[in-house]
């Protein structure tokens, strides 16, 4: 997110076209001649690259970033020719995944009965769009995550490129991504024609597909042709679905592409509301089919015995309309009802808009609410597969947006945001009843949070006659744990209860510290370490010092050579007689690391560059000048090995002009960045001359501070005409 040099992100003006401005009487502008390309541009011995404001048209492609800020934004391409001369050198590389697609149990592969989620929302890249994130105070965003194995982004453009933010939550949580590639109507039937006259045609079309989801990381296909085909069109498609499929499992381990029920063989758009012999051609030509919505229970009892399916029932997605249109069975609050049908016939289901709890039901603020509502009903009839990453593991619960954003539990941003990169792993959300009338709770909480938008909150009742300690699951996971496991908890437990943690493994015979069986599982208890012993007196040292508002720290050790850790949770106990007892814990954070890594070198950022910068003047005055600011817009890269770091935090300091009397100014947060690539927009600078720095501070997934020294820093010098300043 763009921000000014007080860390606050500046208001957003509508422009007179009904756009948004960064502000009114802007003048757009960057340097001609001296406009630096690329990083190859920029001397790696030098720590400093020289700019001369001028005030030009931004050449910047807007499909690429906004037409104003200069934000990078995600988008669709819209035309067969747009398709035809995508080149990926002039791809977006803002919209390129970080995240790769996280490891899990069971494997896609193996699971019996699986769940599609197609996000189709308002035609799509709304908030979403922007790469960096955006203020916004109602957004949409899913993360229910554990219960579903597919996320398909869809819109009604030709070629729908999910942008980066879902895939890189997604895979955040092992769950694969699709892209969509639609045509429709009188247009869409002439583009069919047109890529399907030959092999040539066809070929070429998959091949920039498959370009296209290597390029942004994302993981395959939805095909779905909504208009009538010629008869040399049908018997191409059929050969342009196996080769489309051939290449992307080739190029793209695990990949998918799924065809929708529309079309049949004769080339006629008849929706058929199951697979038969009118369709099978397409069935049997790719990954997977996703039936259209208007089936019955007849229907699907007829399609588990027919011979088309037999031995791929898991490839075929029964569709589920939330939005209930037409004849279907369930929808809206009822869908889990047609998912228990589904589930009956042991069909994988594709749930269409769930978004429904939030478009139709326009009470926004109560979105967190009939989202969790809405999943709690489906849940009797969702797997849960469990992340096998190996450690460290971390979350802070964040959900991915908030009203503000907190940084060691501190508030460090004031303001709506929106942002899905920096969606946390998520934990179980639901409502258990306990025995004797209590009852349990988990939720995200907005109102105070640890890191990120929001905390994780454990709320209920522990009835007098309930006695022993209440076990909240918070995660499943399946991660081998080393000899010696730190496990830090950082809570904020209501009077009247104590809260511990509650690890459980999957092979009691080799955990010294296994306590309770519980089924297949067994309930192990991490040795809290005092404030004194080494290791938590070393782990505050790396992590800077610890000294939360309100917020208790607790470091434990866990001792077992060979376990695997299946789950995550913590244990509530009331402290005192029985007694009807209410409680609230806040989760801010649960991190677990391998006791080795406390020794492991800081990483470190090189290579760090300026280019794509571009000048803007916005109303209002600088503190130190009557004339409207100067703002600087530039995009950064740099060099930081991925694996063992969760974000990278941007930030600037002025260290002279444009009077030289002036002392250098603070460090000044400009943003976070979750990948090796950082757009600059709208940041307040000093007049020229003046010379700042510009630094990316790694945030690793151990906790640990990286000294100053280890961070990429960059200074940008600036002249207005010739005037020069010294790097």
Avoid at 36 to 65: A, I, K, N
Avoid at 106 to 114: I, K, T
Avoid at 436 to 453: I, K, N, V
Avoid at 599 to 613: F, I, S, T
Wanted: negative net charge.
């Amino acid at each position: 997110m763009a921000s000014n040099a007080d860390g606050n992100q500046p208001e957003r003006q509508k422009a007179p076209d009904g756009g948004e401005r960064a502000g009114v009487g802007v003048e757009e502008g960057r340097t001609d001649g001296t406009r630096l390309e690329s990083c190859l541009d920029q001397p790696m011995d030098s720590d400093g690259v020289h700019e001369v404001v001028r005030f030009t048209h931004s050449p910047l492609p807007d499909r690429h970033y906004d037409g104003d800020t200069t934000e990078p934004v995600s988008a669709a391409l819209h035309t067969l020719g747009e398709l035809l001369s995508w080149d990926r050198r002039e791809a977006n590389p803002f919209n390129v995944a970080a995240v790769p697609l996280a490891p899990r149990e069971p494997p896609l592969a193996s699971c019996p009965c699986r769940t599609l989620v197609s996000h189709d929302m308002m035609g799509g890249y709304l908030d979403d769009r922007f790469i960096q994130g955006t203020a916004a105070e109602t957004p949409f965003a899913f993360y229910h995550w554990q219960h579903i194995d597919i996320f398909n982004y869809f819109t009604h453009q030709l070629v729908t490129v999910p942008p980066a933010v879902w895939t890189n939550a997604a895979h955040r949580h092992g769950v694969i991504v699709l892209g969509t590639f639609i045509t429709e109507w009188d247009d869409g039937a002439a583009t069919c024609e047109a890529f399907l006259r030959d092999e040539e045609s066809y070929r070429g079309v998959a091949d920039k597909l498959v370009q296209i989801s290597c390029c942004y990381g994302f993981d395959g296909w939805l095909v779905n042709i909504e208009n009538p085909l010629s008869e040399v069109a049908v018997r191409n498609m059929e050969l342009f679905l196996r080769y489309l499929s051939d290449q992307m499992h080739e190029r793209v381990s695990g990949s998918l592409v799924l065809w929708y029920d529309s079309v049949i063989r004769d080339g006629r758009l008849k929706w058929q509301n199951e697979l038969n012999a009118s369709n099978r051609m397409f069935f049997d030509a790719c990954d997977g089919f996703f039936t259209n919505y208007n089936w019955t229970e007849q229907s699907l009892e007829w399609m588990k015995d027919y011979s088309g399916v037999r031995g791929r029932q898991a490839d075929v997605y029964v569709g589920i309309d939330v939005f209930a249109r037409g004849e279907v069975v369930g929808g809206m609050f009822d869908t889990n009802k047609a998912l228990q049908v589904v589930r009956k016939h042991n069909f994988s289901a594709a749930i269409f808009a769930p978004g429904w709890v939030y478009e139709a039901l326009r009470d926004r603020t109560e979105f967190r609410r009939n989202q969790d509502r809405f999943w709690a009903l489906l849940s009797d009839h969702l797997f849960v597969h469990r992340l096998a990453s190996p450690l460290p593991f971390t979350s802070s619960f964040c959900q991915g947006f908030g009203d503000t954003f907190y940084w060691k539990g501190q508030r460090e941003q004031q303001q709506s945001w929106f942002h899905l990169s920096a969606q946390e792993v998520q934990p179980w959300y639901y409502h258990s009843p306990l025995e004797g009338g209590g009852w349990l709770r988990t939720r995200g909480c907005p109102e105070d949070a640890w890191s990120g938008g929001c905390s994780l909150l454990l709320e209920g009742l522990l009835p007098a006659t309930h006695t022993s300690p209440v076990s909240a699951r918070i995660f499943s996971l399946d991660i081998p744990l080393p000899p010696q496991t730190l496990v830090t908890l950082i809570n904020q437990p209501s009077a009247g209860v104590s809260v511990s943690l509650d690890l459980k493994t999957g092979d009691p015979s080799v955990c010294p510290d296994g306590g309770v069986q519980d089924g297949t599982l067994t309930s192990v208890s991490p040795v809290v370490l005092e404030g004194g012993h080494d290791v938590v007196t070393l782990f505050s040292q790396l992590c800077g010092g610890l000294t939360p508002r309100g917020w208790t720290v607790r470091c434990s050790m866990l001792e077992g050579r060979g376990c695997t850790l299946r789950e995550v949770g913590v244990s509530i106990q009331r402290e005192g007689a029985p007694q009807d007892t209410p409680f609230s814990c806040r989760l801010g954070e649960i991190r677990l690391l391998d006791a080795s890594s406390l020794r492991a070198p800081p990483e470190r950022v090189g290579g760090l560059c300026v280019y794509d910068v571009v000048w803007l003047r916005g109303a209002g005055p600088a503190p130190d000048s009557t004339r409207p600011h100067l703002r600087l817009n530039a995009t950064l890269r740099w060099a930081c090995p991925m694996e063992r770091v969760h974000h990278f935090r941007v930030y600037w300091r002025r260290l002279r002009g444009p009077d030289p009397r002036a002392p250098p100014g603070p460090l000044a947060l400009v943003g976070r960045a979750y990948s090796h690539l950082f757009r600059v927009t709208e940041l307040l600078v000093p007049e020229a001359p003046a010379l700042l720095e510009l630094l990316v501070e790694p945030v690793v997934r151990s906790g640990f501070l990286v000294p100053e020294g280890q961070w990429g820093r960059r200074r940008l010098s600036y002249t207005e005409g010739g005037d020069a300043v010294e790097v």
